[in-house]
């Protein structure tokens, strides 16, 4: 009887699928953050908060 030797596929050749994925999610998240704050910044009565808010600290 012969051991049988079992060989895997080392990390970086395995189906980099996932890391397609996780980028996507990732720039998705990035780009969905952005649209946010700059619709935020597209209503005047927010930059007037903001000022009235950065105003108040001094």
Not at 34 to 42: H, I, P, Q, R, S
């Amino acid at each position: 009887m012969t051991p049988t030797t079992v060989t895997h596929a080392p990390k970086s050749a395995q189906s980099p699928l996932w890391r397609v994925g996780y980028k996507l999610l990732l720039i998705a998240a990035i780009v969905a953050v952005l649209l946010g704050v700059f619709m935020l910044y597209a209503q005047p009565e927010f930059l007037v908060s903001m000022a009235d808010q950065l105003w108040s600290c001094f």
